[in-house]
C-alpha cells in the first residue's frame, strides 16, 4: 500500500501519527528560558583555544571518538583476515569519510611501496605491459562515486535477526569518490586481441585475491583507481592502487592490483568457486552472481541511534543503493509494513552510488516496527526476507537484501526484530 492512495493513509492517521513532509504543529526546541548552556558564558568562550592542528593531519571532534569501525568478535577470531564494519548509524549524506570505511582482507593490509608497485597486463594481448604508477597516472582521469558492497553484508542475518546495530547487520558498505583511469584506456594500450573475453584480476596481497571478470563489463565501466575522496587510497583499501567494479560484488575489486591478465574464458579460482557461489536449496550453487541487488536499510533510528528527543516531530534518515543503476524511489512504513509512504530522497541521485532518504513524522510515543524498501530504475522493487528464503532457503548467506526491520519501543530504544 502507498500513501498516495487515500485509503491506507487514513488507516494510517487513524492510528494516531500523522505522517508526511509537513512540520509538526509543536515546536521543535524548548522556550529561551533558564537553560544554563544558553544563560551562562561556557569554559570555550571564556579563554584562546586551541592551536593549529599539531599533527598534521586532523582527526574527528573528541566528542565523536566512539564514531569508530567495529567487528563482531565471535565473527573474526583473529584481525588478521578480517572484517570492521562501517559505523553507518552515526553518518548521513551519502560520502563515506576514509577513516571509517568497512575493510575485509582475506590476509591482512598489505604494506606496498608506491615506487615498487607494479601493474602487469598480459595474456591475449598484442603487447604484454607492466606499468608504474606513474605510468598509470598518465592515462585521463576520471572521478566517480560508487558503494562497495561486500556481498556478504547482512550475510548473519538470513537465518534470523542476529546483531544489535546497522554497523553489524549493513556495515559492509562504503560509498568514496574514486579518481583513477580507466581500464578500457588501459587495455587499447596493450590491444586486446579478438578472442580476449574475459579478464583475470589478481591482488599483489599474501591471498592473490583473484577474479575472473566479463572484458564487457571491464571495457564499460570499470577502473584502476588511486584516490579516494581526493587523498591516497588507504592502505586498507589498497594502496597504491585497486581495482574499481561498480555495481558488482566488493570481492571483485581487486586491492593492491598487480595482474591484469586476458583471457578467452573465465578461470574458476577459489574466490569464484568454493567462495562467493550462492548454494541453493537443491544442492546446486548459482555462480558469477555479480551484481549487488537493490536494497535499503534505515540508518537511524537504529539500535545503536535510539530516538532520545521523546515524542514528536522525528527524522528517519536512511540509505538506498542498487548494482543495476539508481533509486528513483524508496517506501518507508513505521508499522512493519501495513502502510507504506514515499520517502524523500535526497543529495545526488548517482549509478551505483548509496543514496540518502529521509522520511520526518509525528511519533506519539508508541511503539514502532520500522522498514524501508528500495525500488531501482530498472522497476526491480526490494524483497522481504522471507520472500528471499522462499526461493534461496538459508544454506547461502551471500546477496542478503531483505528489508530490515526494527522496532521502536516507547523509550525510543531500537532492537533488530523480523517481522512475518
Ligand atoms: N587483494 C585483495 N583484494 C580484495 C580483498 C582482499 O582480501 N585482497 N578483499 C575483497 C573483498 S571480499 C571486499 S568486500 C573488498 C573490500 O574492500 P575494502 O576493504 O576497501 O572495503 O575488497 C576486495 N578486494
Ligand atoms: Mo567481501
Not at 116 to 136: A, S
Not at 158 to 171: D, E, I, P, W
Not at 310 to 324: E, M, P, Q, Y
Request: aromatic share 8%; glycine share 10%.
Amino acid at each position: 500500500m502507498d500513501d498516495s492512495e487515500g485509503h491506507s493513509r487514513r488507516r494510517f492517521l487513524a492510528a494516531g501519527l500523522a505522517a508526511g513532509g509537513a512540520l509538526a504543529s509543536a515546536p521543535l526546541a524548548k522556550a529561551a528560558s533558564g537553560d544554563p548552556a544558553i544563560l551562562e558564558v561556557q569554559p570555550w568562550a571564556n579563554e584562546l583555544g586551541d592551536g593549529v592542528d599539531a599533527s598534521g593531519y586532523g582527526l574527528p571532534s573528541p566528542f565523536e571518538a566512539k564514531v569508530q569501525r567495529r567487528n563482531v568478535p565471535w565473527l573474526t577470531a583473529d584481525t588478521t583476515t578480517s572484517i570492521n564494519f562501517t559505523p553507518l548509524h552515526a553518518l548521513d549524506g551519502i560520502i563515506t569519510p576514509n577513516g571509517v570505511c568497512f575493510e575485509r582482507h582475506h590476509s591482512g593490509v598489505a604494506r606496498v611501496d608506491p615506487a615498487d608497485y607494479r601493474l602487469m597486463v598480459h595474456g591475449l594481448v598484442e603487447r604484454p605491459l607492466v606499468f608504474t604508477l606513474q605510468d598509470l597516472m598518465r592515462f585521463p582521469r576520471h572521478n566517480k562515486i560508487y558503494f562497495l558492497e561486500c556481498t556478504a553484508n547482512s550475510g548473519m542475518e538470513v537465518r534470523s535477526a542476529q546483531l544489535n546495530g546497522v554497523q553489524y547487520t549493513h556495515g559492509m558498505v562504503h560509498n568514496v569518490m574514486y579518481t583513477g583511469v580507466l581500464l578500457k584506456d588501459i587495455l587499447a594500450e596493450a590491444g586486446v586481441k579478438t578472442e580476449g573475453k574475459w579478464l583475470l584480476a589478481e591482488g599483489a596481497d599474501a591471498a592473490a585475491m583473484t577474479r575472473s571478470i566479463p572484458l564487457e563489463k571491464v571495457l564499460d565501466d570499470c577502473m584502476v583507481a588511486f584516490k579516494m575522496n581526493g587523498e591516497a587510497l588507504r592502505a586498507e583499501n589498497g594502496y597504491p592502487a585497486r581495482l574499481v567494479v561498480p555495481g558488482w560484488e566488493g570481492n571483485m575489486w581487486i586491492k593492491w592490483l598487480r595482474r591484469l591478465e586476458v583471457g578467452d574464458k573465465p578461470w574458476h579460482q577459489r574466490e569464484e568457486t568454493s567462495k562467493y557461489t550462492d548454494l541453493m536449496p537443491d544442492g546446486s550453487a548459482r555462480r558469477f552472481t555479480w551484481e549487488m541487488d537493490a536494497k535499503s536499510v534505515i540508518t537511524s533510528p537504529s539500535p545503536q541511534a535510539p530516538i532520545l528527543h521523546g515524542k514528536g516531530h522525528t527524522v528517519i534518515s536512511g540509505l538506498a543503493w542498487s548494482g543495476r543503476g539508481t533509486i528513483p524511489r524508496v517506501d518507508v512504513t513505521l508499522d512493519g509494513g501495513i502502510n507504506w509512504h514515499k520517502a524523500r530522497i535526497d543529495g545526488p541521485s548517482l549509478d551505483y552510488a548509496l543514496h540518502r532518504f529521509y522520511f520526518e513524522f509525528d511519533w506519539d510515543g508508541s511503539p514502532l516496527l520500522l522498514q524501508s524498501r528500495a525500488h531501482d530504475s530498472t522497476g526491480y522493487v526490494q524483497p522481504t526476507k522471507d520472500a528471499l528464503r522462499a526461493i534461496r532457503g538459508t544454506g547461502s548467506t551471500y546477496h542478503n537484501n531483505g528489508i530490515q526491520t526494527w522496532a521502536v519501543n516507547g523509550d525510543g530504544e531500537v532492537l533488530n526484530v523480523e517481522v512475518s
